[in-house]
């Protein structure tokens, strides 16, 4: 039962991933180099995450959760065209909420056995 729970948390995070970086490719004239970093790095912590067995998979679903939020936000504020120091403020302001949660997550006493 964990194995298949690990292999449908690893294919929704590989679904999820690609979704990501499909949306970089699309970023328009809006697009802040950092905050779409800092999206990419946030998601490789969750998927090494996932490889090493620190997530399990409700933890991966939530964290995920929280960075399709995260983008949704982000979109909707550069429906506009652009993004204002306060919007910028605000996506900086999730992630580094969703960074704090990432750390707390893959450090807590929980864990998968990884095969």
Do not use: W
């Amino acid at each position: 039962m964990k194995r298949i729970a690990l292999a449908v948390s690893l294919t929704i995070s590989a679904c999820f991933a690609a979704t990501l970086l499909a949306g970089f490719a699309f970023a328009g004239p809006a697009a802040d180099p950092r905050i779409q970093q800092r999206e990419v790095n946030q998601e490789n912590r969750i998927q090494q995450g996932v490889q090493s067995g620190q997530l399990t998979p409700r933890e991966t679903g939530r964290l995920e959760a929280q960075q399709a939020k995260i983008k949704q936000d982000e979109a909707r504020m550069k429906a506009d065209g652009n993004l204002t120091k306060a919007e910028r403020k605000k996506l900086t302001r999730e992630q580094n909420r969703a960074s704090k949660n990432i750390y707390r997550k893959k450090h807590n006493e929980r864990a998968v056995a990884v095969q």
